[in-house]
């Protein structure tokens, strides 16, 4: 299973007497924009829950960047290299937006209890070292400049913009961004657009859920469509739109 940063075969989940996820699985290069797209109720939320140790899958085999992982609880999920936003903003929203991508950060510190308690001085460094950190990552995704407002203040695409940068304070090897464009209008969705390429070219790789199918189409450089919790297609994004189980499945029977 060697040449793929995230392999994840065989997928199953139940929940009662819903199959929620029937042998579902991706392969993602190093690199890529990897979309996952499908109808309403298609399973991509439960696929992505399951990904990042929300909820535990029923079976199948996890592979990230060549080692098993197994997604059994979302920290430890964070701590193998993945990080990942939720389709609702969940910030800190009485906390600076500096203050919100210094928590992101916490699964790489090295000081530990101890340090945050006695502030010694290796702790202080790092401390420091988190502030310059979060900081860079407030510039690179655009919103440096307001490091001092309280997050529940700025903007919506700003919020969702600190979301991505709180995420990238993990250094993830895969950033997997839920519904992200979910509620900005165009001129935010573009914003959105050029940022994800800019974390492309920085060498990041991208498992991105969205509901615009015209932004994945142009984003994307392969695409998985689930419907009713099983993958109908897989492809370049020129061969999912030309794929007649993709076109039913989102026009629907009646349309054909």
Not at 14 to 42: M, S, W
Not at 68 to 77: I, K, T
Not at 173 to 191: C, I, V
Not at 225 to 252: C, T
Request: glycine fraction near 12%; proline fraction near 3%.
């Amino acid at each position: 299973m060697s040449g793929y940063l995230l392999n994840i075969a065989g997928v199953n989940k139940r929940f009662g007497g819903l199959q929620a996820l029937t042998d579902v699985g991706i392969r993602i290069e190093k690199g890529q924009i990897y979309g996952l797209i499908g109808p309403n109720g298609a399973g991509k939320t439960t696929f992505f829950n399951v990904i990042t140790g929300l909820y535990q899958p029923d079976s199948g085999t996890f592979e990230l960047a060549g080692k098993p992982y197994s997604p059994s609880a979302p920290h430890e999920v964070a701590k193998a290299g993945i990080a990942r936003t939720f389709q609702n903003i969940r910030l800190f929203g009485e906390m600076s937006a500096l203050e919100n991508v210094m928590v992101g950060r916490h699964v790489r510190t090295r000081q530990g209890v101890f340090g945050a308690i006695f502030r010694h001085g290796a702790a202080r460094r790092e401390e420091e070292e988190i502030r310059a950190r979060a900081q860079e990552l407030l510039d690179f995704v655009g919103i440096g400049q307001f490091a001092g407002r309280t997050a529940k203040y700025l903007s919506y695409g700003d919020q969702r913009r600190l979301e991505i940068a709180r995420a990238l304070a993990t250094d993830p090897q895969l950033l997997a961004l839920d519904e992200p464009a979910a509620g900005m209008n165009a001129t935010e969705k573009l914003g959105l657009r050029e940022l994800l390429v800019k974390i492309k070219n920085e060498g990041k790789t991208v498992l991105l859920i969205e509901h615009d199918v015209k932004l994945m189409m142009g984003l994307c450089d392969r695409i998985t469509v689930l419907e009713y919790g099983k993958q109908i297609a897989e492809g370049l994004p020129a061969e999912i739109q030309k794929n007649e189980a993709v076109i039913k499945a989102y026009l629907g029977g009646a349309h054909q």
